[in-house]
């Protein structure tokens, strides 16, 4: 079974940066389809962006190229690089993965089985 263990979750200003990591235990990235989803204040759980077993990549289409999900599969890490953070970023943002040898890449929650505890992203205006 995988462990995720996310960190890197701040208070920032409007327009301010922040990377997220995920640490993978029981495993390495690459052996799974893995991402980062999100959930705000009286929020649904929604869909971040996801990176398959080859590295292709999915965002969700809201974010207009802010963020970008990377791994380094040598540190057993997936990352989630945040630029010009707006508030309506603020939420508790989870690293989650599922193993399979198909990757959907369709930012669907329901896919996945092991998820992280969070780690919080408030960002004020």
């Known amino acids: 079974q995988v462990y995720l263990v996310e960190s890197g979750g701040a208070s920032v200003q409007t327009g301010g940066s922040l990377r997220l990591s995920c640490a993978v235990s029981g495993g390495t990235p690459r052996q799974y389809c893995m991402g980062w989803f999100r959930q705000g204040p009286g929020k649904e759980r929604e869909g971040v962006a996801e990176i398959g077993r080859f590295g292709v990549t999915k965002y969700a289409a809201s974010l207009k190229g802010r963020f970008t999900i990377a791994q380094d599969n040598a540190k057993n890490t997936l990352y989630l690089q945040m630029n010009s953070l707006i508030p309506d970023d603020t939420a508790m943002y989870y690293c989650?993965?599922?193993?399979?040898?198909?990757?959907?890449?369709?930012?669907?929650?329901?896919?996945?089985?092991?998820w992280g505890q969070g780690t919080q992203v408030t960002v004020s205006s």
């Open positions: 989650a993965a599922y193993a399979t040898n198909f990757c959907h890449l369709d930012l669907g929650t329901w896919r996945y089985n092991s």
